[in-house]
């Protein structure tokens, strides 16, 4: 069940996602206007994501949490269009229900086969490839057609990189996993 370090644990990680879109994940949209193009700077969230992902250990609704958590702190960025637009950050909700399910439910399989290098990878990749089509999907109900065609084109474009720095930022996140805990810092229990 829940407890305190649960629950500091899923604030720590969305603040820290928060900082680092606040910081550096927005700027290319901000600077160049192009819907998008966000994707370029993928590792860094990957690290976050993967990260929170493997000390939440495949506990169910950690990451939907944080999801919500998230989509409410960036209400006021340029994250997933203009600032206090409500309606485009719900495809974080509906991302954070997918990945919640999905992700977690191959926790147990690749930790009895002592493969969570693997896992890491495969949430990191899988969060940052559906991601987007969500929002493409998402988006297309809500936005005009010219924008939706420019943030896919983009998202396409981009998407080759976001690959690698999606496996990059797996395999980084399991780094700092495994010295976490090594070191001892966080225990489950």
């Known amino acids: 069940m829940w407890n305190s370090k649960d629950l500091a644990l899923v604030i720590l990680i969305t603040v820290a996602s928060l900082i680092f879109t606040a910081s550096v994940g927005q ?104 991601s987007p089509f969500l929002s493409i999907l998402w988006f297309s109900i809500i936005f005009p057609p010219a924008f939706v065609t420019t943030f896919t084109n983009t998202i396409l474009i981009l998407l080759p990189l976001s690959i690698t720095e999606s496996v990059a930022g797996g395999f980084i996140a399991h780094k700092i996993y495994q010295r976490i805990e090594k070191v001892g810092w966080y225990k489950e229990y």
């Open 27 to 130: 700027l290319a949209w901000l600077f160049s206007g192009v819907p998008g193009s966000n994707m370029a700077f993928t590792i860094g969230n990957s690290i976050i994501i993967s990260l929170g992902l493997l000390l939440f250990k495949g506990r169910r609704w950690r990451f939907l949490l944080m999801q919500a958590l998230f989509a409410l702190l960036v209400i006021p960025t340029f994250l997933l269009g203009t600032p206090f637009d409500v309606l485009p950050r719900l495809i974080i909700l509906l991302h954070g229900i997918q990945g919640d399910i999905i992700l977690n439910s191959f926790y147990g399989y690749f930790e009895k086969k002592g493969k969570l290098l693997w896992w890491s990878i495969f949430c990191s990749v899988e969060f940052f490839i559906v």
